[in-house]
């Protein structure tokens, strides 16, 4: 593993379900890598993360995002089309990690410039091993952009 990151990642989890939410963090938190995990509940509350609006102000921006496509309010493929337009945050990359396996949301997230499309596994080992292959490659393998921020 590369060293000279002396600050933990930054990982923003957009994601409504509590049992995934908890199964990523289990994951996370198995890494020895060091790594803050923010998360938010629909797309509204994680564009306010990402733009450092209302009571994410002082926020860091994520290293990655961890995005669910059924979300409320605002929908996965709107999120990421709002991150990928921006040029303050294109360039943090996003992993799709969702319940649909339609071609056509694999289709609309990669023209959207989506950086990889996970299906989630049903089972929770499954589950565990998809967080931690996430893990080991985006943290281990990647050498992220970085937001300018130490």
């Given at each position: 593993?590369?060293?000279?990151?002396?600050?933990?990642?930054?990982?923003?989890?957009?994601?409504?379900?509590?049992?995934?939410v908890r199964?990523?963090q289990?994951?996370?938190?198995?890494?020895?890598?060091?790594?803050?995990?923010?998360?938010?509940?629909?797309?509204?509350?994680?564009?306010?993360?990402?733009?450092?609006?209302?009571?994410?102000?002082?926020?860091?921006?994520?290293?990655?995002?961890?995005?669910?496509?059924?979300?409320?309010?605002?929908?996965?493929?709107?999120?990421?089309?709002?991150?990928?337009?921006?040029?303050?945050?294109?360039?943090?990359?996003?992993?799709?990690?969702?319940?649909?396996q339609?071609?056509?949301?694999?289709?609309?997230?990669?023209?959207?410039?989506?950086?990889?499309?996970?299906v989630?596994?049903?089972g929770?080992?499954?589950?565990?091993?998809?967080?931690?292959?996430?893990?080991?490659?985006?943290?281990?393998?990647?050498?992220?952009?970085?937001?300018?921020?130490?």
């Amino acid at each position: 593993m590369n060293n000279e990151r002396l600050r933990p990642i930054n990982i923003l989890l957009v994601e409504d379900n509590p049992g995934d939410v908890r199964l990523i963090q289990e994951g996370l938190k198995e890494s020895k890598v060091s790594n803050a995990l923010a998360v938010t509940g629909d797309g509204e509350e994680a564009m306010m993360y990402l733009k450092r609006q209302g009571k994410y102000a002082g926020v860091s921006l994520p290293d990655l995002v961890l995005l669910d496509l059924n979300l409320p309010k605002k929908n996965g493929k709107e999120v990421l089309a709002d991150i990928k337009n921006d040029p303050e945050l294109r360039s943090i990359p996003v992993v799709v990690l969702t319940s649909s396996q339609a071609a056509q949301d694999v289709a609309a997230s990669y023209d959207n410039h989506v950086n990889c499309y996970i299906v989630k596994p049903v089972g929770f080992d499954e589950f565990l091993k998809i967080v931690n292959n996430i893990r080991d490659f985006w943290f281990t393998i990647v050498k992220l952009p970085g937001n300018g921020e130490a």
